[in-house]
Protein backbone atom coordinates (compact mmCIF):
# COMPACT_ATOMS: atom_id res chain seq x y z
CA UNK A 1 0.00 0.00 0.00
CA UNK A 2 1.42 2.66 -0.76
CA UNK A 3 1.63 6.00 1.94
CA UNK A 4 2.83 9.87 2.35
CA UNK A 5 2.87 10.29 6.07
CA UNK A 6 3.41 14.05 6.50
CA UNK A 7 4.50 15.91 9.55
CA UNK A 8 5.75 19.29 10.59
CA UNK A 9 3.99 22.74 9.84
CA UNK A 10 2.11 24.63 12.47
CA UNK A 11 1.64 28.80 13.25
CA UNK A 12 3.88 30.77 12.81
CA UNK A 13 4.25 34.90 12.79
CA UNK A 14 4.85 36.87 9.09
CA UNK A 15 8.29 36.41 8.40
CA UNK A 16 8.54 33.51 10.06
CA UNK A 17 9.65 30.06 8.45
CA UNK A 18 8.46 26.71 8.80
CA UNK A 19 9.27 23.25 7.34
CA UNK A 20 6.99 20.60 6.29
CA UNK A 21 8.13 17.33 5.37
CA UNK A 22 6.83 14.16 3.85
CA UNK A 23 7.81 10.32 3.80
CA UNK A 24 7.07 8.03 0.93
CA UNK A 25 6.49 4.65 1.23
CA UNK A 26 5.10 1.38 -0.17
CA UNK A 27 7.46 1.97 -3.51
CA UNK A 28 9.77 3.01 -5.13
CA UNK A 29 9.53 6.58 -5.34
CA UNK A 30 13.08 7.61 -5.79
CA UNK A 31 10.98 7.58 -9.91
CA UNK A 32 8.26 9.83 -9.01
CA UNK A 33 8.10 13.23 -9.18
CA UNK A 34 7.30 14.43 -5.68
CA UNK A 35 5.15 17.97 -5.35
CA UNK A 36 3.46 20.16 -2.56
CA UNK A 37 0.28 21.92 -3.36
CA UNK A 38 -1.96 23.85 -1.05
CA UNK A 39 -5.48 24.42 -0.43
CA UNK A 40 -6.70 27.34 1.38
CA UNK A 41 -10.19 27.85 3.03
CA UNK A 42 -12.64 28.42 1.06
CA UNK A 43 -10.37 28.11 -2.68
CA UNK A 44 -9.30 25.39 -5.04
CA UNK A 45 -6.36 23.18 -4.25
CA UNK A 46 -2.80 25.33 -5.90
CA UNK A 47 0.30 23.86 -6.53
CA UNK A 48 3.36 25.03 -4.99
CA UNK A 49 5.72 23.12 -6.22
CA UNK A 50 7.58 20.28 -7.48
CA UNK A 51 10.92 18.51 -7.81
CA UNK A 52 11.70 15.88 -9.86
CA UNK A 53 12.99 12.56 -9.56
CA UNK A 54 16.76 13.88 -10.76
CA UNK A 55 16.02 17.08 -8.39
CA UNK A 56 15.29 20.10 -10.52
CA UNK A 57 12.94 22.11 -9.01
CA UNK A 58 10.11 24.04 -9.84
CA UNK A 59 7.64 26.41 -8.57
CA UNK A 60 4.53 28.68 -8.49
CA UNK A 61 5.62 32.71 -9.03
CA UNK A 62 4.21 33.45 -5.71
CA UNK A 63 6.61 31.47 -3.76
CA UNK A 64 10.05 31.77 -5.82
CA UNK A 65 12.64 32.91 -3.81
CA UNK A 66 10.92 31.70 -0.03
CA UNK A 67 10.08 28.14 -0.77
CA UNK A 68 12.53 25.47 -1.40
CA UNK A 69 11.76 21.99 -2.20
CA UNK A 70 14.23 19.06 -1.37
CA UNK A 71 14.48 15.50 -0.86
CA UNK A 72 16.69 12.71 0.32
CA UNK A 73 15.62 9.09 -0.85
CA UNK A 74 11.46 8.66 0.29
CA UNK A 75 11.52 11.58 2.04
CA UNK A 76 10.70 15.14 0.69
CA UNK A 77 11.08 18.61 2.52
CA UNK A 78 9.25 21.68 2.04
CA UNK A 79 11.14 24.92 3.40
CA UNK A 80 9.03 28.15 3.66
CA UNK A 81 10.91 31.44 4.64
CA UNK A 82 9.37 34.29 4.91
CA UNK A 83 5.97 33.47 4.97
CA UNK A 84 2.72 35.65 4.57
CA UNK A 85 -0.51 35.52 5.72
CA UNK A 86 -1.78 34.59 2.69
CA UNK A 87 0.64 31.31 2.70
CA UNK A 88 -2.12 30.57 5.09
CA UNK A 89 -3.36 26.62 4.01
CA UNK A 90 -3.35 23.06 4.16
CA UNK A 91 -0.82 21.69 2.35
CA UNK A 92 -0.44 18.39 1.01
CA UNK A 93 2.53 16.67 -0.26
CA UNK A 94 2.08 14.64 -3.51
CA UNK A 95 3.61 12.38 -5.74
CA UNK A 96 3.16 12.09 -9.22
CA UNK A 97 5.06 9.33 -12.58
CA UNK A 98 6.30 13.07 -14.56
CA UNK A 99 7.02 16.41 -13.48
CA UNK A 100 3.48 18.36 -13.68
CA UNK A 101 2.30 21.98 -12.28
CA UNK A 102 -1.05 20.45 -12.65
CA UNK A 103 -2.36 19.40 -8.90
CA UNK A 104 -4.95 16.64 -10.96
CA UNK A 105 -2.06 14.89 -12.40
CA UNK A 106 -0.78 13.64 -8.94
CA UNK A 107 -1.60 10.00 -8.31
CA UNK A 108 -0.80 9.74 -4.53
CA UNK A 109 -1.31 11.79 -1.42
CA UNK A 110 -0.15 12.57 2.09
CA UNK A 111 -2.99 13.19 4.71
CA UNK A 112 -2.11 17.12 4.57
CA UNK A 113 -0.68 19.37 7.11
CA UNK A 114 -2.05 22.89 8.78
CA UNK A 115 0.50 26.04 8.09
CA UNK A 116 -1.22 29.15 9.46
CA UNK A 117 0.94 32.45 9.61
CA UNK A 118 -0.56 35.48 11.70
CA UNK A 119 -0.14 39.03 11.07
Known amino acids: QVQLVQSGGGLVQAGGSLRVSCVAS????????MGWVRQAPGEEREYVGVISSGGSTYYRDSVKGRFTISRINAKVSLQMNSLKPEDTAVYYCAASTFVSTDSRDFDYWGQGTQVTVSS
Open 26 to 33: GRPFSTYA
